[in-house]
């Protein structure tokens, strides 16, 4: 026996075998001949992108609706802008269309970055909103492609639901008391309190500019000395008869002048307030610094904001405790995850806006990503009546103070088109936003 021969040949055959077993493994030209076996998903185009606009209670809302090549699957996304509802539907029928017709639905990072810079003049709130009922469009097709709800896709649960708060109005302290208590009975743990509206304009009467007849008849007036005033009481009142345990929110909606916001802020701080929510204007951004300098009242901020960068110097500087988004004033999930996970590095937790005009489609959204993220901070809760519930069918709803989502694929609410179609968008605009004016008639800025 030629043991020499035997031993070569070993060898020799030890080579195909380890030359054989890693082109037969990975195969890097036959695994993009084969993409549509790795991935377990067949190819899938974007055949039509369209608005679906219903405004059923005076509230006008605007869902982009994407279908796809596979008969039956499409997605829809939270595109709500009231305040300028035709531009936003312009925006999506005659330009997102267009752009995104026979494109890989499955792309979601490709689309946004493409669609974002596709009009080279970019991120106002129009070109957002239509660009995050793309996204979070987009994102529910996925979901209904994996058979997973969204959460699932952004890394799963961290915790078991969504905790809320809730808005506790009224034109006296006694009413926003009496809120107060009904709401923690309900089992709310977060409580917002406001006295006459944002800036109790509702309780400043006979100003001057209205005796001159400046301005509008429906202009309204705020009076900044009663709202510094009765904001004081409401927390005072709030904290004596419902306890220490309650977490108490206000929004200052940046309606004071800077060092009046710092003054009130330092005055709320014995009262140990959850969050001050918008104490400035984003045009007095600059302020923050010294605001933070005399008061350690943890601050909420950024629903006017456009873009995730203007998230970077204030998380690096230490500025906001809590991201006030609208998700798709910045342009839907993707974008929003990016902050989320920026603030998780500064330790700045997530507070997603969830006003009335946030389409539920768009309150998924938000509770898809509030699932997600570990570094959750509170959710508003949204309020859905029965008639938008027949509307968008699976849509969020609340108990004991949680949000709970549809457990679907995908973002979990549809929209029944047909009676979305009888409440059709007004061709008058039916709200701008609120006119506030000081006694002299100069204009507040919101
Ligand atoms: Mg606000």
Not at 101 to 127: A, C, F, H, M
Not at 172 to 181: A, F, G, L
Not at 215 to 234: F, H, P, Q, S, V
Not at 378 to 392: A, T, V
Request: aromatic content about 10%; overall charge neutral; glycine content about 8%.
């Amino acid at each position: 026996m030629n043991t020499k021969l035997n031993r070569r040949d070993a060898i020799k055959n030890l080579g195909i075998f380890t030359a054989s077993a890693s082109v037969g493994m990975v195969n890097p030209l036959k695994a993009a001949d084969n993409n549509k076996n790795l991935t377990g998903l067949p190819p899938l185009k974007i055949t039509k992108v369209k608005s679906i606009a219903t405004c059923p209670e005076r509230t006008e809302l605007v869902i982009v609706k994407v279908e796809t090549s596979e008969p039956g699957l499409f997605g829809f996304g939270c595109a709500t802008f009231r305040q300028r509802a035709h531009a936003v539907v312009a925006a999506i029928d005659k330009y997102l269309n267009d752009f995104c017709v026979g494109k890989d639905v499955d792309n979601i990072e490709d689309l946004w970055q493409s669609t974002y810079q596709s009009s080279y003049w970019r991120n106002g709130p129009v070109l957002n909103n239509a660009l995050s009922g793309l996204d979070q469009a987009l994102w529910d097709i996925k979901g209904k492609r994996a058979n997973m709800p969204v959460y699932q896709l952004l890394g799963g649960k961290c915790r078991h639901a969504i905790d809320c708060y809730e808005s506790a109005g009224g034109n006296s302290p006694e009413e926003v008391v009496d809120k107060v208590t009904r709401y923690m009975e309900e089992g709310f743990r977060h409580i917002r309190i406001q006295m006459g509206g944002y800036g109790s304009t509702a309780l400043s009467k006979s100003p001057d500019f209205k005796k001159a007849g400046f301005g509008l008849e429906r202009d309204g007036y705020m009076d900044a000395y009663n709202y510094r005033k009765g904001t004081i009481e409401i927390f005072e009142k709030t904290r004596k008869h419902c306890g220490e345990k309650i977490e108490l929110l206000h929004d200052m909606h940046e309606r004071l002048q800077p060092m009046e916001a710092i003054n009130l802020i330092k005055e709320l701080e014995q009262y140990r307030p959850f969050f001050i929510e918008d104490p400035f204007s984003p045009e007095n951004n600059r302020y923050f610094k010294l605001l933070r300098e005399n008061t350690s009242v943890p601050i909420a901020m950024g629903e006017l904001f456009n873009s995730p960068h203007e998230w970077i110097d204030p998380m690096k500087d230490l500025l906001f405790d809590f991201i006030r988004i609208h998700i798709s004033q910045i342009g839907g999930i993707t974008p929003a995850m990016k902050v989320a996970r920026l603030g998780e590095a500064f330790n700045v937790l997530t507070a997603w806006h969830g006003p009335g005009d946030v389409s539920p489609v768009g309150h998924a959204a938000n509770g898809h990503i509030d699932l997600a993220v570990w570094n959750f901070g509170i959710q508003e809760s949204p309020n859905i009546s029965d008639k938008l519930r027949e509307i968008f069918p699976g849509s969020p709803f609340l108990k004991d103070g949680y949000m709970y989502i549809n457990e679907v694929p995908g973002l979990g609410v549809e929209v029944n088109e047909k009676l979305a179609a009888k409440f059709p968008l007004p061709d008058i605009q039916l709200n701008n936003w609120t006119q506030i004016r000081k006694n002299d008639g100069t204009i507040v800025r919101p």
